[in-house]
């Protein structure tokens, strides 16, 4: 299979699942995937950080290891918005190496905080920071700030809602 091409042809869910079957948990397929993903152009990054949340949810040990680079590349200025968003959403139900608690912490702190960040991504770093709240229940004052200083002006149900589960949920962190 040409991985690229395959990516390439078609931007659909059945796509994704297609190639996310096909990669599996093979280290050496799923290495092919990262470095596109790494070193691709935006439209091949974009739909393979789709695909490397479908893995995540089957084989989260093929991503662990790669982490660290892929938040850092979710950082860079210019990358897709799909890049954060499904670098984060596989966050929310991965166990983080300790390593990169920190830098987690920083890049959802700012991106909930900046109310031009879409919601879906900002919704996204609530849920890591509040299972990060867990460990680190320190943080949970100003993650409840920010939310609080949010809430009232974010005009989405999707972003009220995920809010209010939040701080049901870091309220009982703090008892």
Known sequence: MNLRNEILKEHSKANTLQIAAWVG????R???LLTLFLEDEYRVV???AWILNT?????PALITPHLEVMIARMQEPGIPVAV???VIRMLQYMDMPESIHGPVMQVCFDWLADPRETVAVRCFSMTVLAKLARIYPEIVQELRIIIEDHLGSQPTAGFKARARKVLSDVKLYTL
Do not use: L, M, P, W
């Open 25 to 28: 948990d093979d280290r050496e």
């Open 30 to 32: 799923f290495g092919a």
């Open 84 to 86: 954060k968003r499904n």
């Open 55 to 59: 893995i995540a949810e089957k084989h």
């Open 46 to 48: 974009q739909r393979v």
